[in-house]
């Protein structure tokens, strides 16, 4: 079943994702679909975005016509600064992520198993990659989620038994969030704690490899 008329819009899963960041957290965003989750952290809640380039206290994009060009985030794409925000080269960067300091490193990804592997570098069968610091991230954040589309633009599964590009990292992942679900990974499988709206059990079955089980939360009848 395809994804295209279901589930949530990239800036929805954004919000989504970005309700669950607790106040106070120290977190990592990755190269691609999680740079956008700046934009949504409610502004109630003080969140430190760490960019691997050198950011601590990366803000949302800015205004069309305002960018800065000596401010950008490891994507290479414009960013801001928010206020207590400072800059240090990436031996301090890498420092932070390798020991720990992050509370939450949110990254993309190609593939993620049933027990929280990992692959967002590189598909399989091409010779070149490119993994950043995403090993770094996936071995040293308290928390990894990862934030993807459920299918790939094939309409195959993204949320497999086992991967076949190569890993990142193994049984690293904590939470994945796609356009379809929030899914928990846990010792005995894949919980689904949320679903986008018109999305049923159905549904998410129809494109995820690994048995689901539900949240009681969830109403997925």
Known sequence: MSERKLGWTTAELAARLA????????????????TTVTAHIPPDREVMHHSENGIVGMGPPPPAGQEDPDLMDAGKNPCTLALGA??????????????????????????????????????AGQKLGSVGGAMDLAAGARQVWVMMTHTDKSGRPKVVHECTYPLTAARCVDRIYTTLAVLEVTEEGLVAIDLAPGVDAAALEACTEPA??????????
């Not at 309700?19 to 999680?34: E, F």
């Not at 020991?99 to 967002?120: C, E, F, K, T, W």
């Open 86 to 123: 400072s800059i240090c080269d990436h031996t301090v960067s890498f420092t932070i992520i390798r020991g720990g300091r992050l509370d939450i490193a949110v990254l993309g990804g190609m593939q993620v198993s049933a027990r929280g592997d990992l692959a967002n570098w590189r598909v």
């Open 19 to 34: 309700s669950d960041i607790p106040d106070g957290a120290y977190v990592n965003l990755g190269i691609g679909l999680p």
């Open 212 to 221: 689901v089980r539900y949240a009681e939360s969830v109403a997925h009848f």
